[in-house]
Each structure stands twice: as structure tokens, then as C-alpha cells.
């Protein structure tokens, strides 16, 4: 290693001016804003009514789901991202550091549009939606992965998260659209936002790809570690903000059937492409997931187990056909190099899900269901989801995707912010001290060129 | 790699051909058969009610526990085989596979025996049973781990739950056994149909093992990520079905003394029987499990938690005997080779947990219990549970895996389905892309000391 | 290896003999005083309904929180020991053993001092507490890591659990102190307790360090999933036995706020004391948990999320900067070598906890709360905490610890106990067969016929 790229790279001062600056003000924030959802913190302004028919009789009945969802955030995405050799302290770690600010920070801007009292009051609910707007920003981690500073990436965190909510904002409550399980307000947008970043940020130096940007055995079983957990957890995903009772039970029984049928579709696909019709771990490790993703938006609706399964199969051939032969002509062609490939698990997966819900509305699949209302007495509410709306909602995620993510882009690219010289992509040794020995044998690790790119390039 | 097995053995067409059909049919009978079992699909034939008693109030009651038990079946069985050094893809992968297809398959075949008007109704009890049903086949899959095709295994997935669903019907429906925790409808059953396809399934050429059947560091601290999710989320396993309120308690708190009392055993077991008093990562893996199994049968019956730790010991010690003893002679003279020892797993602790069930009978172990009837009245169910009952379910359980699996395995014989010749078993590489290098810079590895102290002396 | 160290350490009878004798004194306590808790267990004595103040109307309700501090146990605490190159085996290994008799003990011992009718009637929240006692054991063990044998490291199970229980007793019960998530009397009582064994076990011999006592970088990535488990589920470590409803809710959000503000403080302050501004994989393993730890006192206090956040950027400060700087201090100076840094991840933090404790309950923090008396009518309770008993009660934890550590030390320093010699320490191959060919290097692993195969054919 050469001293130049780790002293344009140092983090010293950089790093920690901008983590502690970032949480000082959070605090602050927090200290005006945010206090708990108990009973004895409400007033007679029937909130605690209204919060009541969120999380029906206890406060504690969503902590089981909640908790599924941080497995996916802190686990699942995580893990997901080690399959790369040499790049596994920064995939969990700044996976853990991202998410740490960003929960903090999408809690706050998810709620100041509706504040009672000027409080935010937070449930297990709104710590489930935190969670979820997270979520983005480490889909858009995955385009960029080893290619950008801890600094850049809180940067992006802060901007991506901003932009979201006010996307959130505008789609599920200004245009009543009906999106439960995301598909298109988390992971489209994650997708194309990152995208469009890494287009911004595109690097001529890997055009030929990277002697780090590979996989090794054991990396790819830490991967499968993110990918099983993500698997499994996905019906607590997309049914976790689910109205309680029949919708809920629906999301999760249309994600568990939309994966499980995927996983097949995957499977069948990967080893239909690859030559002599081996399985492929890329495609394993990602496009077994793109039915969580796909069965998002209409997850809580009345499209019954096989239709599940249908968008569950059509997910996975799309999404491993992609990695196959897309994301080497996005990297070649327009410029986009996706270090996970995220186009494939959530771009187009995340549209198909968008796809999905106008036909669903279309067809009147959102069925209605019992609610308690103000007053506590069961009412069934007949939510209006129109077709026009939710396309509305999938071209409104897109836009302020591509144009955050562009905007973005520019301000990520000020070299101030240390981003690492092409020789030391891919490498956890420049941001954070690695063991010696594996490092000794970096250079025969380098004979490693046979193995095949996460990118298939 | 010489072209010839990789040609003989080319999954291309056999496979993604095997697998979408499966998927397609599949399909096709959810369109006709299944839908949500909620409270708008339900007539007035009181099947709400009745539903009512297992899933209590909510319909998400047992969704907690269902996500341990998915947790079991996706990252417990799949890498608790990740022991091999160069199998992990396969274990993780192919787990994932059979699982994603078994669980369609077993919620279909499980529930055609009791369809209300035509149809069945999807609830999270249902979900649980369905991956109860995936349990048998990845129980099998680890008898004939290393030496089968992933169209064999598929093969072998449809036939193995086909069967598993006659004769839990049978032994549960029928006869009325009690086996809560399933020690012989899914552990003995799994276990003996594995044993007897691996039987048929004999290679002489591994009479002196094979080079790979072995583990490394790595190999085994991932296999223990199976282990221990295992043996902590037994409980629910054992529990989940079991009637609401005290059977289920007592399931729960049964299980994790077992268990515990059970790890002791396989310790202390462990470090007898090998020269030096160490203790092996075989017996820890696998035998520290044992008390799970055996306690199934009669986990929700009032046999005191110092019965229950006493079924844990003699299960850890048995296992733990058997891995040392009984696996090589079943090799070398019965001609069953076990690669993953699920005879002593889960055949010999599931023919116990069969004997203390009639043994618990007998002794009028089986409580009763509160239950809520077609009329929501509470009432107080005595069930008859008869020694002699089962005896039979046991019976039934080994009658239809030994046969089972012996008709499979001569299916799974055919040349045509792709198994792998001897000396690629054990290895990732014939059905799986794989990287290249770990292999050739593995003996780099050593000069590992330089590493940095982690108390940064 | 030579022979000498490994027959001076030879386990064979020691520890089979020690392990099943504890075994068996368990359950021959358990066959004289355990129940169940069910409503057939209960006479008239009321004992049913004090019980459902605890666990609300059903008595599977903690059940899914159990699960969470289940996984932090045998996971979090096992894998996070991970790190060290050749000592995965027996953390994981022995972090399991020493749980699961810890916790048939620790369910004993603290409950012998409010039986009902002679018997100690086991519920899920009492599964809760015996999973908490056995954590003491586990943070004592890291700092002893590398250093201790099996048969060691159980007595130190069966003496610390037993002290344990005391002084929780003498500071819960007696004293009446609040400490819902045991900073105090896990965390900092763990902690001092075990680096008062280190410091009677010190070993001149490792004063230069030892070349085993280093990561690889895979190892730091096992340690990595227990350290994101212990993050992702402190949050119900922390309020899986407050008061349900507003309490239960705020020991979740104050848990979950205090641990993602000490993440930002951890990578701060890492990234800081480091020359180039690096990250150090031993700080994020640890530094961000310390949130958790320190919260753990006033965790269901009314400090609100920001004081929480306070909380946690202090304990992540603190803990940094003591692995980076005092560590290296106690072990030259003090001739404490505490393998792990649990000073600075239960000590420091868990003393912080404490002090934080007493100024909440100066400022009057612990609110008022809705509970079930014995007649099932709902009365707000007000707990009277006064900050001399929390002071009291900090003290007690430590005294406890400090001289229960010495006593213990001196009784584990008995040479007949198999302490493993110096040059021995930090590799697994002493106390179990450990895979050949990973030790020494790849010739063998080309033909790896020394390798013990999985059925030890």
C-alpha cells in the first residue's frame, strides 16, 4: 500500500466531525420533538385512540415483527453484501453504522408531518417504519459498494432518507396509494436512487472489472447468511404495517407463497443460463429474493396464494436473466456499475411489484376489513385504491429516485470526501485495519482471477 | 476437472425442466384448492370456530413461533451441514431448494384430507405443519449429503412428503397418536427413509471415505450457526401445534431441559470416548440436539421438567455413542453410508422419544386441558391416549419410511438424473460455479503472525 | 504439539466425571422442587394470580421476548468470542456448555427464596431470568478466554451463578433497587467478578502477548454476527422483564435509541484514536454494544429517547477509548490480561448504568404504572426508588463480584483443574480435534487422509 491514496483517504478528522456532528444535532432534534407513544404521555386528543388501532390492544403486540425487520436491516443486508473477498468488515459494518444513523434520522423526518401537540410519539410501529426507510439507503449501498468513504455514505444517508420521506410523504399519504409491503417507495426507489448515484460516480479504471471484485468460498457463505435471513423474514416485511387481522394474515401468506415459488424460478433459471447448467451463486444469493420484493405492493390484498406465486416465478426469471445479461451491458454501455446488482433485486422486481398493484387495483383486489375507529367501535372500512393513483405512486418513486439520486451523485463525488483512488476499491484495508496475514497474502489472492465477478462481467 | 463426469452430470435441461414443472403443477392445483383461511373466505359452517381453537384470538398468535421453526428449517438444517469443507454451497443452497419446493408440496398433500367446501384454507398453523413436512426431507438429505444430484433430491422431496402425509395422517388422524413434537412422525420417519435411500444408493468407491468428506476450521464454526439456532429454537418446535395454554407450556419448558441437560451429556460423552478426553466438533454438533428429538413425542405431557432432563441425558448419550461406534459399522457392514450420522441425530432419539411417549401413556402422562368448542364454550378435554396406540404410530412411522425409502432410493437410482460419480462427491464444483482460488492460495494462510492483539497489547 | 502439556491437560475422566455429577445434582433437585406453572399446578394461594401480574392473560406472552435473550446467549455471547484465529471452537463450543447447565442452576438458585408450597413453579418469565443469570458467567468468560480449561470454567459456572443469586437477591429483592436491564447486576458484576479471576490467574508467560491471541479475517466476521445480534436484540434484554405496558415499551425504545446513538459514538471515537483514522474491527465488535449495557439500569425510567441517546453516546466514548488506552494499561500494570475487554464493554459501561440509575431516580424518572393486583383490579402503582438504595445496590453488585472473583479465582487456580500451559493457550487443539490441515498447511488438505472425517470412518 502507498502512502498517497491513504492520506487523500484519511478519515481522522473528517470521519468523526461529520458522525458526532450529525448525532449532536439528531439529539438536539429529538430533545424538542420525541417522546414516548405510553398512555400517560397522550391527552385527551383521542390519539391514543388512533394509535390504538395501529397497534389493537397492547403496545407491545408488533415487537415480535419489529424485531424481523432489524434482523433483515442489520442481518440481512449486511450479510448479503460480504460476498465480496476482501470487502466483509465494510459491508457489515458500515451496514451497521448506516442504519444506526438513519433509524434515528427517518424516525424524525417520517413524523414531523403529522405531530400531535408538537410531539412526535414513538411506537413500535413508527420504530418499525424507521426501520424501513433504512432500508433505501443500504439498497443503494449495494450499487456502490466498495467504491465510496464511511463519509460519502453518510452524506448519502442523510440526503437519501430526506428525499424518501418526502416521496413516502406524498405517495401513501397526499395520493392514498397502497403500498404495503414497498415495493415501489422503498425498493424501486432504493434501487434507482443508487443507480443513479453510482452512474454519477462511474469509474473507466474498473472498467474491467477488479481483482478484489470477487467472491471467495467462505464469502459466499457469509452472503447466504444475509440471503436466508432475508428470505425468511420477508413476510414480516411486507406485513408488518399491515392493518391487523385478514390484511395482515394475507401479506404474510402471499410473501411466504411468492417466495417459495420464486426460490424455484431462481434456481431453474440459474442453471438454464450458466453453460454447463451449473448453479450460480450470485444468482442464488439474490434472485431467490426478487418475490418478497415483487409481491410488495399488493401483498395485503385479495390476490390469492397462486397469484402470489405467479409474481413470485415471474420475479426471479427476470430478476437472475438480469444478472446475467443486463447488469454487464448497464456497467459496459450506459455506465451504471451495480456492485450487488441491485437493479435486479429491487429495480426491476420493485417495478413489476408497482405493475402488480395497478392490476390488482384494477381488478378491486383490495379487499375490505374491520377497524376500530376513534371510538372504539369496529367499523369495516372500504379503502378506495385506484389504478390511476398507484401508477402515480410507482412514476412519483421513480422520479424522485433518479432526480435525488443524480443530485446526490454530485455532492458525493466533492473529493474532499476521500473516495478511494480504483487501485483500492473493493478493499476494507483503507478505512479500516484488516489482520496482517490475510493481508500478506492479498498479492496471491491475486491469482484469483478465474473467479467470477459479482457482475458476471 | 475432467469434462466427462461434468458432462455426465450436466443439469441443464434435466434440471430446470424437473423444477419448473414441479412449480407449474404446484400452481395449478393452489389455483384450485387453497385460499386464505380468513374471515371473509369462511362459510357458515362453523370452520371459523373451529379454527378458532387452535389459532386462539388472532390469526397471527402463532406467527412468532412459526418464524423460529422457518428459522430452523432454512439457516438450522442448512448449516448444520455446512460442516464439509468444500459442501457448504450444496448444504445452504440446496436446503433452501428442497425446502422452497417441500413446503408447497406439504401444504397441499397435508390438508386434502380435510378440505372445507373444496378448499383449503391457508393459516399460520397450516404454514408451520407445511415446514414441519420439509423437516423429513432435509433429515434425509443428510444421510445421502455429498452423493446425490440436486434432480435426485427433488425427486426425492415429492416422493419423501407424498409419504411422510399417509402416514402422518394415519398415525395422527386416524390412530390418534400423540406426537407433538413429532419424534416419530418426522424424526424417526426422516431419519429411516433417509437411511434406507442411502442403502440403495451404496458406493463401494467410498468404502475408505473420500478426501473430501471432510471438515475445516471455517466449515465447522459455520456448521455450529445450525447447531445452535437449532437447539435454541426446539421449543418451538415442539410446542408450536401443541393445544393452547398449558400443554403448550409445558412443551416450551420440557424442551429447553432437554436440551440442556441433554448439551451436558453429549459434552461429557463426548470427551470420554475420545483418546485424550477432547471433545469433537461431531458429537457437538449433532448430539447436543438429541434431547430435542427425543423429548417430542410427550413434550406437552405432564412428565416434569426432571423427566424431560432425563430423556435429555440418555438422548446425548446415546447420540454421542452412536457417531463414535455405530456410524462406521453401519458403513462397512450394513453397507448405510450416513454422512451426516442422522441415525444417531435423529433414528435412534426419535425411537426413544416413540418409547417414552408409550411409556408416558401408559402412565397417564397426557393431561387435559381447556379448549374452546364450535360454540366458543370453553370446555375441559381429556384425550385418550393408548400405549398400545402408540406403539403403533411408531411402528407405522419406521413401516413407511423403511419401505419408502427403499422405493425411492431405486427411483432415485436411475442413471439418467445426473448422480455424481465418486470422486466428485463431497464437492460443491460439479453443480455449482465455484470460485477458483481458495484452493491454490490455502497454504498462504499460514504465515498468520503479524495479526494485530485484540487488546491491542 | 508435544505430548507433555496435552496428557497434563488430559480431560477424559475430570471432566465427564465433573460435568455428569452436576448433572445429576440438578436433576435430582429438580425432581424434588420444579413444577410447572400452570393453573393445574396452582392451589389456593393466589399464586396463579400474582403470576398473571407478570405474565398478563396468557402465559405464553414473554415467549417470543424469551427467544430474543436466547439468541444473545448461546449466539451473541458465543459468536462474538469468536475473533481469536484458533479459539472458535470452544467459544462458541464452551459459551453453550456453560449456558445450558448454567441455566438449570441459576432457575434453582433464584427461586429458592419465594417457593410456593415447597416447589419453584417454572414460567417463561423464570426461563427469562435463568437465561440472565448464566450471562454473568458468559461475560466473566471472556475475560478468561484462551486461558481456562472446561472443568475450570464450570466450577467457575457453579460458584459465580450461586454468588450471583445472592447478591441479585439481597439488591432486587431486599434493597428494593431498580435495575431492569442489570447493568449492575450482570453487567458490571460479570465483568469485575471475572477480571478478578484474571487477575489470580495472571500469567507472566503472555505478558509479550501470544501469537494466537490474534484475529483472522474471517473470525472477525464470525465475530460479527454475535455482536449484531447482541445489538439488534438488547432492546427486549432490556425490557423482557419490566412491568408490561408503558414501562415494557419505554425499556425498548430508550434500549433501542441509547444503542444506535453509541454506534455513531463507537465509529466516532474508533476512527479518531486511530493514526490514519482507520476503523478497528475489536471497537465496533464491542464499543457498540456498550449503549446497551448502560441504559440497561434506566431503561424503563422516564429519561426519554434523547436521554437515552445521551446515554449511549457516553458508553460508546468511554468504551473505545478503554480498549484503546486502559486495556493495554490493566494488563501491564495491573496484571489483569482481560482477553476480550469486557472492563469496557460490561465494567465501565455497567458502572455507567449504575451511576445514571441513581440520577434518575434523584430526578424521580421511574413513573408510576397500571398493574393486576391479586383480585385481577387493575391499581397504579408507584415504585418507591430512592438513589442511596441504587447506590447501595451498585456497590453490593461490585463488592459481590470483586471478592466472590478472588475466592473463585483461587479455588480455579488448583493445578489439578487441567489449566492449559502458556504456549497452549488461545488454540482450540488442546481440549478438542481439531481439522489437521487448516493448522498446518495445504499439501495435507490436497490429501487431507489426516483429517478425521465426519464419521470417523
Chains 1, 2, 3 share one sequence.
Not at 417 to 431: H, L, M, R
Amino acid at each position: 500500500l502507498t502512502d498517497m491514496p491513504s492520506y487523500a483517504t484519511n478519515m481522522r478528522l473528517k470521519f468523526p466531525i461529520l458522525a458526532l456532528t450529525l448525532e449532536a444535532v439528531t439529539i438536539v432534534l429529538y430533545a424538542l420533538l420525541v417522546v414516548y407513544d405510553t398512555g400517560d404521555a397522550h391527552g385527551h386528543d383521542g390519539s391514543h385512540a388512533e394509535s390504538n388501532t395501529t397497534h389493537s390492544s397492547s403496545p407491545m403486540t408488533l415487537y415480535p415483527m419489529f424485531q424481523d425487520v432489524h434482523v433483515m436491516i442489520f442481518i440481512g443486508f449486511g450479510f448479503l453484501m460480504t460476498f465480496l473477498k476482501r470487502y466483509g468488515f465494510s459491508s457489515v459494518g458500515i451496514n451497521l453504522l448506516l442504519a444506526a444513523f438513519g433509524l434515528q434520522w427517518g424516525l424524525l423526518l417520517q413524523n414531523i408531518w403529522h405531530m400531535h401537540d408538537g410531539k412526535i410519539r414513538v411506537s413500535i410501529e413508527k420504530m418499525i417504519n424507521a426501520d424501513f426507510s433504512t432500508a433505501t439507503v443500504l439498497i443503494s449501498f449495494g450499487a456502490v459498494l466498495g467504491k465510496t468513504s464511511p463519509v460519502q455514505l453518510l452524506i448519502m444517508t442523510l440526503l437519501e432518507i430526506t428525499i424518501f420521506c418526502i416521496n413516502e410523504h406524498l405517495v401513501v399519504e397526499v395520493l392514498n396509494v397502497s403500498d404495503v409491503g414497498a415495493s415501489m417507495t422503498i425498493h424501486a426507489f432504493g434501487a434507482y436512487f443508487g443507480l443513479a448515484v453510482a452512474g454519477v460516480l462511474y469509474r473507466p479504471g474498473l472498467r474491467n472489472g477488479h481483482e478484489n471484485e470477487v467472491s471467495v468460498y467462505h464469502s459466499d457463505l457469509f452472503a447466504m447468511i444475509g440471503t436466508v435471513y432475508l428470505w425468511m423474514f420477508w413476510p414480516s416485511f411486507n406485513s408488518a404495517i399491515a392493518e391487523p387481522g385478514d390484511p395482515q394474515l394475507r401479506a404474510v401468506i402471499n410473501t411466504y407463497f411468492s417466495l417459495a415459488a420464486c426460490a424455484l424460478a431462481a434456481y431453474a433459471t440459474s442453471s438454464l443460463v450458466e453453460k454447463k447448467g451449473k448453479l450460480d451463486m450470485v444468482h442464488i444469493q439474490n434472485a431467490t429474493l426478487a418475490g418478497g420484493v415483487a409481491v410488495g405492493t399488493c401483498a395485503d390484498m385479495d390476490i390469492q396464494p397462486f397469484g402470489a406465486m405467479a409474481i413470485g416465478i415471474t420475479a426471479g426469471v427476470i430478476s437472475t436473466v438480469g444478472f446475467k445479461f443486463l447488469t454487464p451491458i448497464l456497467a459496459s454501455k450506459l455506465g451504471i456499475q451495480d456492485t450487488c446488482g441491485v437493479h435486479n433485486l429491487h429495480g426491476m422486481p420493485g417495478i413489476l411489484g408497482g405493475l402488480a398493484g395497478i392490476l390488482a387495483a384494477a381488478l378491486g383486489k383490495k379487499a375490505g376489513y374491520m377497524a376500530t375507529n376513534g371510538f372504539n367501535i369496529s367499523v369495516l372500512v372500504y379503502p378506495s385504491v385506484s389504478p390511476g393513483y398507484q401508477a402515480c405512486g410507482l412514476a412519483s418513486s421513480l422520479g424522485f429516485a433518479l432526480v435525488g439520486g443524480l443530485i446526490t451523485g454530485l455532492i458525493m463525488k466533492i473529493p474532499f470526501w476521500g473516495q478511494p483512488p480504483d487501485q483500492n476499491c473493493f478493499d476494507d484495508s483503507i478505512f479500516w485495519e484488516v489482520p496482517e496475514e490475510e493481508e500478506e497474502n492479498e498479492e496471491r489472492l491475486t491469482h484469483g482471477d478465474y473467479s467470477k465477478t459479482k457482475t458476471e462481467a
